[in-house]
């Protein structure tokens, strides 16, 4: 199967991650290697983009991070933990809704139903 | 992972945070957060690949373009983010230059004089008494002139004293400590002296406040050794990430 690539993602990555973290509270790059678990392998995001997105989330009150205790060798930089709110909650399951939504709509138009 | 590969990871990081338009606070979170994944994803590749400079390579290539990362960092910063941003430009931060700190004041001072003025206006009109007006001219412009001073004389103080104790091995000097306590010691009675003649131009009135003044003084240089330590951490963690080369 074809991989997919970063730009594909746009708009649909913000409700990504707010599922990954459903699973529970993870760091930047255990968001990445769930991400790469769920797609198979077949999702390809360029790793520094995942951040900006996180950012956005935070702001928006949809994630709650704090920094981890110990940097774990890592000469000194921490990683931060990232954990879903309520808010995010609910935008995780309007999110699904508009996803659903979405596919049928298109599908529909492209003769491709899900 | 030795320091050179950790220095090109820095200037991965540096090279996507360094533009943007956001807080101190939120850029150093940025790069700490953004660090801490280039160094997992490099040892994870390091082990992998069993090279340093492969592994180097493939981190920065799983990473991506830092420059196009900058964009996407920007657009997170939310509208409070960027004035803050904005209003922080305007403040002064440990490892600026003495002429900013002057700059800083002076602009403060004029914030000040004209926001007490302002309210002075204001509390004539509304008491319909113009009598007092005069002096609460007077009041704002000495209470103006007196904080923006005392302001740049403790930050000027604080900061010298912090690099002399423990800034680079050319700035350490023990004498220099001890000069800038003993200037520190003048700070508040000089401070009270000043503030009382120029409101009330009674000069034994000025000195008794002075005499006064002195018996808390010796809590000054305590004061300022006891900021010295995280405003010369603030000066080195912007030295170290400024003297990255980033090819701008």
């Known amino acids: ?114 | 992972m030795n320091d050179a590969a950790l220095k090109e990871l820095k200037i991965v990081v540096e090279q996507a945070v360094r533009p943007i338009r956001a807080t101190l606070a939120r850029k150093r979170r940025m790069r700490e957060e953004l660090l801490a994944h280039l160094v997992s994803i490099f040892e994870e590749e390091a082990e992998r690949v069993g090279d340093e400079q492969t592994a180097l390579d493939q981190a920065k290539r799983r990473f991506g373009n830092p420059r196009e990362l900058t964009g996407q960092l920007q657009e997170s910063v939310s509208p409070w983010g960027r004035v803050r941003f904005v209003l922080e430009t305007y403040t002064y931060q440990p490892g600026d230059s003495v002429l900013r700190l002057a700059a800083v004041s002076l602009l403060s001072m004029v914030l000040m004089i004209a926001g007490l003025l302002l309210a002075a206006m204001l509390v004539s009109l509304l008491r319909a008494r113009h009598d007092d007006f005069g002096m609460l001219v007077h009041v704002s412009l000495a209470t103006g002139v007196v904080m923006a001073a005392f302001s740049f004389v403790f930050l000027f103080l604080s900061e010298r004293t912090a690099r002399a104790l423990c800034g680079e091995d050319a700035e350490r000097s023990l004498s220099k400590v001890v000069l800038y306590c003993l200037a520190s010691l003048v700070v508040f009675p000089a401070l009270a002296f000043v503030t009382y003649l120029v409101l009330s131009f009674d000069l034994a009135a000025s000195v008794a406040h002075f005499c006064l003044a002195c018996y808390f003084a010796p809590a000054m240089p305590l004061l300022f050794l006891l900021m010295a330590r995280p405003m010369i951490e603030e000066i080195r963690y912007k030295r170290q990430w400024a003297s990255l080369e980033i090819g701008e």
């Open chain 1, 1 to 114: 199967m074809k991989v997919i690539e970063g730009d594909k993602l746009r708009g649909h990555l913000e409700t990504i991650i707010l599922s990954v973290l459903e699973r529970g509270e993870a760091h930047g790059l255990e968001i990445l290697w769930r991400l790469d678990q769920a797609g198979c392998g077949l999702l390809h995001l360029k790793e520094g983009s995942l951040y900006p997105a996180l950012y956005r989330l935070e702001e928006a009150g949809k994630v709650q991070a704090v920094w981890e205790e110990e940097p774990h060798g890592r000469r000194g930089a921490r990683r931060r933990i990232y954990r879903l709110t309520p808010k995010g909650k609910r935008q995780l399951a309007q999110g699904r809704e508009e996803w659903g939504h979405f596919v049928q709509v298109i599908g529909g138009i492209m003769g491709a139903p899900a």
